[in-house]
């Protein structure tokens, strides 16, 4: 007959026979969790992975090759702009009015050729007063501006002299934005990459009182130069929406409610984002047919 002292230790090896089953099977449970983990993951990547390439809608028009960009832009959904405003934002105005004939520069740019051969405008005796009538035209259609030299001479003078010599005809515009802060069509590039220009470059034109809105017409640029020059070249955009920016890009010039209806209809069907939301190619392209100033 076993002892209390025999019972004790028999108990004893049943609690730890007992224990050592329970950590087992706990064991075995983390490790088929774990298992279970692992291939739920790998079967979500699959998926991903997938839809990314036979879906064929992901990747933004940008890093799609020559071959299929247009085929990925047509097929990647747009950015469209939620709202857009219609009333027209007010031109503004120096406080103090430059000089009726001033001189301008338009030094080469280093290591940057022009886009498309042109020449550069004249520099002396540029007018400060008065205005002038451009013709836009995108897909066809007319857009007309008007051009102020009272705002900005040296960029007219530059604009003026680009569109007599057909810089601008037969060209892509490039970026569109459709965010509720910034909603606007750039153009002016003939290489339609965002980094062409004509070869030179000018100063900025600006004042602090500059605001933009919808109908303003200004001047693209890469903010200061190395030297502490302006960056201006041939890029301009059109506000046709709002635009939450520092008064840092020449304004020169304004376009007409009528015409603003072309640009809202191009902004309506809305831009294949690149990067940021909202922001890339027009998803209908954009080419500037002609630009005439008189």
């Known amino acids: 007959m076993p002892t209390n002292q025999q019972r004790r230790e028999a108990a004893k090896r049943k609690l730890e026979r007992q224990l050592a089953n329970r950590a087992e099977r706990a064991r075995k449970r983390r490790v088929v969790g774990v298992v279970a983990t692992v291939v739920g993951v790998v079967a979500v990547v699959g998926l991903i992975y997938w839809l990314a390439n036979i879906g064929g809608d992901s990747k933004p028009a940008d890093s799609a090759s020559p071959d299929t960009a247009e085929t990925t832009q047509a097929d990647t959904p747009a950015d469209t702009p939620k709202n857009i405003p219609t009333e027209l934002a007010p031109v503004p105005k120096r406080s103090t009015a430059l000089p009726a004939k001033n001189e301008c520069a338009y030094p080469a740019t280093k290591d940057e050729p022009a886009a498309k051969p042109v020449q550069p405008p004249q520099t002396k005796d540029v007018p400060g007063t008065g205005t002038a009538t451009a013709t836009i035209n995108l897909n066809g259609k007319d857009v007309k501006a008007t051009l102020d030299r009272a705002l900005a001479p040296c960029t ?19 970026r569109l934005t459709t965010g509720d802060g910034l909603q606007v069509l750039q ?106 100033v008189a």
């Not at 007219?156 to 490039?174: I, M, P, R, W």
């Not at 890029?235 to 007409?256: C, K, M, R, W």
């Open 187 to 292: 153009c002016g590039d003939p290489s339609a990459t965002g980094g062409g220009g004509p070869g030179y470059s000018f100063d900025d034109e600006v004042f602090p009182e500059i605001k933009y809105g919808r109908g303003i017409l200004a001047m693209a640029n890469a903010g200061k130069s190395p030297e502490g020059k302006g960056t201006n070249g041939s890029q301009f955009f059109i506000v046709y929406g709002t635009a939450e920016l520092p008064p840092n890009y020449t304004v020169f010039g304004s376009i007409d409610a009528d015409s603003l209806k072309v640009v809202d209809d191009i902004a309506k069907a809305g831009t294949v984002s690149s990067g940021s939301p909202g922001d890339g190619k027009p998803k209908q392209p954009v080419t500037v047919k002609s630009v005439t």
């Open 156 to 174: 007219v003078n530059s604009f003026e002299s680009l569109a007599k010599q057909g810089y601008f005809n037969d060209t892509t515009c490039h």
